[in-house]
């Protein structure tokens, strides 16, 4: 068996229920129902073996990656890799008008690859990347047959990244698709490179390209 990665985004959060920008550490945990989300994943994952559960240093992913980490006896390790990237000034905000601009951003980054823009005067798509990208890498590059990692991070990131780590996937088929709550992504290390192998209900044939 070859290495597998489980991309999974945290369980529901207060600011999902406030619809804010949470973005940056210490605000927003998990909510009752996102805490049962994630044992449901976790009763899900039981009997693999993963060598350790990384985890964005964002509270409600935290939260999400210690329940992981209870019931599959996976050590945690929190990196910014992970974190959701940053929306500047709108911050804490529920303001539609914001929301519209993160829509426009990230249509003009994944849909016209106009990578220099900024929500919010926030990160670029080139700053999400050089961050995200190395640690894909390295897992990559480690890799021994067998090997299983979880990954808890953010819908934003995944949406931007998962296009750039998994070539069978295009910025234009993942910019429509849900990336819902505690439901994995498994993407697998195989002779054409990583890629996806299962969306939630979507399963994926080796080398097939969307």
């Not at 994952?45 to 939260?63: E, N, V």
């Not at 953010?154 to 429509?176: A, D, K, Q």
């Not at 849900?178 to 990583?194: K, Q, R, Y």
Request: aromatic share 10%; charged share 20%.
């Amino acid at each position: 068996m070859t290495m597998q990665l489980y991309f999974v985004r945290h369980g529901e959060s207060e600011a999902n229920l406030l619809h804010q920008f949470s973005n940056r550490p210490g605000r927003h945990g998990l909510t009752e129902r996102g805490c049962k989300q994630a044992a449901e994943l976790a009763g899900m994952l039981a009997g693999i073996p993963f060598k350790c559960i990384y985890t964005s240093p964002l509270l409600r992913a935290i939260q999400t990656a210690e329940i992981l980490s209870a019931n599959l006896n996976a050590p945690v390790i929190v990196t910014d890799a992970l974190r959701e990237y940053d929306v500047g000034k709108f911050e804490g905000s529920d303001d539609p008008a914001d929301w519209q601009e993160y829509d426009e951003v990230l249509d003009a980054w994944l849909l016209r690859g106009e990578w220099d823009r900024r929500t919010g005067g926030g990160e670029s798509f080139h700053e999400i990347r050089a961050r995200f990208e190395p640690l894909i890498r390295q897992l990559c590059a480690s890799a021994q047959a067998g090997d299983h990692y979880a990954l808890v991070g953010h819908g934003g990131t995944y949406r931007c990244m998962l296009p750039l780590v998994l070539s069978n996937l295009s910025f234009e088929w993942i910019r429509h698709q849900p990336i819902h709550h505690t439901t994995p992504i498994l993407a697998e290390l195989l002779p054409a490179g990583l890629q996806a192998r299962r969306w939630g209900g979507i399963t994926f044939e080796e080398q097939r390209s969307i």
